[in-house]
Structures are given as C-alpha cells and as structure tokens.
C-alpha cells in the first residue's frame, strides 16, 4: 500500500481512487479479449457519484474493437451523465498502460483535464492529469 501513498496525487482522494480502481478491476474480468488477450478494464466517476466500469471488447475485424475506457465513456453519455471528475485504466502488465490516442480524444472531449489513475493487479498505482497525457488537444475551441 505504500505505492498508493508514493503516487502522484490530483488532489483527489485515495479511497476514493480505490473504488474506482476495484470497479475498473471487476469491469477487467468481463473483457472480451480472445484475440490480443490483453484484458482492460476502466471507471468513470461522473460527478453525480456514479460510477460507470466498462471493458475492452474486441472484434474479428480488429479494426471495430473498441477500448475498456471508450466503453464506460459511452455508458456514462448514453445514461444521461455530463461531468465526470477522474477515470481509472487496470491492466495485467508490469508497465502501467495509459489510454490510447482515441481514448485520450474522447476522455478529454467529455471530462477534459480530469485525473487518469493507472493501476495494475499488483497495488502498483499512477495519477496522471489528462493536460500531461493530451497536451495539445483539439477540441470545440478549435471549431
Ligand atoms: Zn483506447
């Protein structure tokens, strides 16, 4: 657990971090992943206080996979949400892995520079703000 203390910190809260973590983790285990076998799972707190876990679900065709991140990003909209205040990524790989280029367009369109919490199954923890991950983004004010 010192890991969780040693982590940079967004000015969010660490158990509330755990419980986006533990729903990303219980998210993971619905991956639809026979292809890559490379098994995300994410959480997405709107500022309402729900929670929203989704995971990644390939596809023969590769190319209309979509990722765990876009998943709940999708559940959250199509439920009614708006504003949503950190999102959590949970892989089974020693390296902490980030949201892809399409997730970062899509968590910054519709969270913007909301803390990104990284995790593995191992308790090892990264807070990332999305200005750092998608420093030059376009977006509306580009419109
Ligand atoms: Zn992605």
Known sequence: MTELFGARSGGEKVGENEVLISTARQA?????????????????????????????VENATYGLTVCAERIAIFKAISEGERG???????????ALTPPCGACRQLI??????????????KGKIE?????????????????
């Open 28 to 56: 993971r285990e619905n991956a639809h992943a026979p292809y890559s076998n490379f098994r995300v799972g994410a959480a997405l707190r709107a500022t309402s206080g729900r929670i929203f876990g989704g995971s990644n």
């Open 127 to 143: 807070v990332i703000p999305m200005r750092e991950l998608f420093p030059k983004p376009f977006d509306s004010s580009n419109l």
């Open 84 to 94: 949503f205040d950190a999102i959590a990524v949970v892989t089974d790989t020693d």
């Open 108 to 121: 910054w369109e519709f969270c913007g520079d909301v803390p990104v919490i990284l995790a593995n199954l």
